[in-house]
């Protein structure tokens, strides 16, 4: 197994200061001793309310902060001993608008981040021009000043610049956020498209449903430790596997309605009476056991529609953290 991120105890404290009096010191204990895997390939989601430790987490991982002990390594150079070895093989991009200069075009900052990166010159123009492309950038607009960007384009030209060194490995803290469903839907692809191409992703984003997607593990981070970690599927089966059958009929007796409340694989039934039709919400465990014997009871009865909801990402998060906030 190759394995392209080892974090183990990692903690990180900052020290606030008063704004009154130096000598008044508060310590926020950011990470509290986190433990995580990340292989070479993998999309690795952080998940996690507004003060989790994400972007710590991120920020130690990319090099741009120390921790306070624990250990963190990178392909397995040690992020406080071999910060330049990890950093010629990774990159960073952070939701919103830093790192990019407004007033000049997106050729013009990705040219400076080449210069920057030291991008060999006989092939610059070429990789420009590529991620450019990848990153889905119209080419009319790429001689346009920043400044005249939407935040989608924005954040196309982020995720560009943060492959300008072609890294094996991208940070992404919170990618998609304030981009409209599309350009979210976009980021997306993208990110799939660089696992295609063997790099490996860590991002952090509180969108469950983006995580449920693309994610291949994730970790639930909150106040700085990791309340749980897996593969979605996972998480689901481990946290709330659990299944609604919605079912619409023309009506329903009472025997057959007891008869359901009855069966081995239901855990209830909500019955709704709308529009004179009868719906019914069937909660389950066992998905396809409970539909044959759900659909035995049934039989005679016009079924109008059917759908089968199965839980999420979600459901898993404010079932671990939902009483908490
Ligand atoms: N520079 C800083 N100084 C003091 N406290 C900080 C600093 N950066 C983050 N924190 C605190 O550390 C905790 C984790 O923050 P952060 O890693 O930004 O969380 P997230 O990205 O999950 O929202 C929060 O309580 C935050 O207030
Ligand atoms: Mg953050």
Known sequence: MDVTIRVHDLCRDYVVRSMFSNKTKRVVKALNGINFEVKKGEIFGILG??????????????????????????FGYDVEKHPIEIRKRINLVMGGERNLYQRLTALENMEYFAELYNVPLNIRKKRIYDLLGLAGLQKERWSDKVETYSKGMKQRLQIARGLINDPDC?????????????GARELKNIVKTLTRMGKTIIFTTHYMQEADELCDRVAILNKGTIV??????????????K????????????DHLEHLQNLKHVNYVRVNELEKKT?????????????????????????QDVSIKKSTLEDVYVKLLGGEH
């Open 279 to 303: 719906h019914l919400f069937i909660d389950t465990q066992a998905c396809s056991e409970a539909v044959e014997s759900v659909f035995n009871v049934l039989h005679g009865i016009p079924i």
């Open 49 to 74: 309310p507004n003060g989790a430790g994400k972007t710590t987490t991120i920020k130690i991982l990319a090099t741009l902060l120390l921790p306070t002990s624990g250990t963190a390594k990178v």
């Open 243 to 254: 299944f609604q059958i919605d079912l619409t009929l023309t009506f329903i007796t009472h």
């Open 170 to 182: 991208l940070f992404l803290d919170e990618p998609t956020i304030g981009l409209d469903p599309i």
């Open 228 to 241: 749980t970690i897996g593969t979605p599927t996972e998480l689901k089966k481990t946290y709330t596997e």
